[in-house]
């Protein structure tokens, strides 16, 4: 009785660390993707760029990425790190909170 338990869990933890190495590969796969895709629409500035926002505030770099896979399905252009740099900027003011400093005197 307590070998076959044994032999469930086993069972169970390998099924487990099967499906984490599939889901592991599967998003590595897609980050190649992403990886493949910018490299084709961003001249190798601008790519060097969003992959440095990347590292920095992986937020920012998403909403940039998706802004700008829809300005290049509409120009059909490479980006430059100049345009990069206007989206990126455009992405922190929408994000930035307006910091508001009221002094009260008696």
Known sequence: ????????RAEHIRK?????????????KAEEQLKSTLRMILNEPAYARIMN???????????AVQY???VFQ???R???????LA???TIKEKN?????????RK
């Open 1 to 8: 009785m307590e070998m076959e338990d044994e032999d469930a």
């Open 16 to 28: 487990r660390k099967m499906q984490n190495q599939e889901k592991f590969a599967e998003a590595k």
């Open 53 to 63: 926002v990347k590292m920095a505030n992986q937020q920012m770099f998403t909403a």
């Open 68 to 70: 700008l896979l829809r």
């Open 74 to 76: 509409r120009f059909q």
């Open 78 to 84: 490479k980006i430059t790190e100049e345009e990069l």
């Open 87 to 89: 989206v990126l900027r």
């Open 96 to 104: 930035e909170k307006e910091t508001k400093i009221t002094f009260e």
